[in-house]
C-alpha cells in the first residue's frame, strides 16, 4: 500500500486546512487510518484516527472541536479538516494505515500501522 498526504500549506491562526491521504496500491491491505505530526525538535504525536467503516473515530486532546477525520472508501481517502488552527499545531503531518476492521485504543500509537505516507507540511503563522 502506498500513502500520499496532500493539503499542507501556510494559514494565519484562526484559519482552516484540509489534508486528504489517498491510498494506491493493495489497498485490500489497507484499513484503519490514522494521523500524526512532527513538529520541529519534538516526537511524533497522534492527532486522529478512523476505522475502516468510518464509524469509530480517536482524536488527541489538543485537537478534539477543531479537527474532524473522514473518509471516502470509494475513492481510497482519508480528509483531515483542521478549522481553527493555531500556531502550535505547525508540524509536518503524516497519514499511515494498519490492515485492520476495527479501531483499537493502540490505534494512538505509531508502531500500530504498517504502512506511512511522506508527510505535509502544516504552517500555522500567529
Known amino acids: 500500500v502506498q500513502l500520499q498526504a496532500s493539503g499542507g500549506g501556510l494559514v494565519q491562526a484562526g484559519g482552516s486546512l484540509r489534508l486528504s491521504c489517498a491510498a494506491s496500491?493493495?489497498?485490500?491491505?489497507?484499513?484503519?487510518v490514522g494521523w500524526f505530526r512532527q513538529a520541529p525538535g519534538k516526537e511524533r504525536e497522534f492527532v486522529a484516527a478512523?476505522?475502516?467503516?468510518?464509524?469509530?473515530?480517536y482524536y488527541a486532546d489538543s485537537v478534539k472541536g477543531r479537527f474532524t477525520i473522514s473518509r471516502d472508501n470509494a475513492k481510497n481517502t482519508v480528509a483531515l479538516q483542521m478549522n481553527n488552527l493555531k500556531p502550535e499545531d505547525t508540524a509536518v503531518y503524516y497519514c499511515?494505515?494498519?490492515?485492520?476492521?476495527?479501531?483499537?485504543?493502540?490505534?494512538?500509537?505509531?508502531?500500530?500501522?504498517?504502512?506511512w505516507g511522506q508527510g505535509t507540511l502544516v504552517t500555522v503563522s500567529s
Open positions: 478512523i476505522s475502516w467503516r468510518g464509524d469509530t473515530t
Open positions: 496500491g493493495r489497498t485490500s491491505s489497507s484499513g484503519a
Open positions: 499511515a494505515t494498519k490492515s485492520a476492521l476495527f479501531l483499537a485504543v493502540q490505534a494512538m500509537g505509531s508502531t500500530w500501522y504498517d504502512y
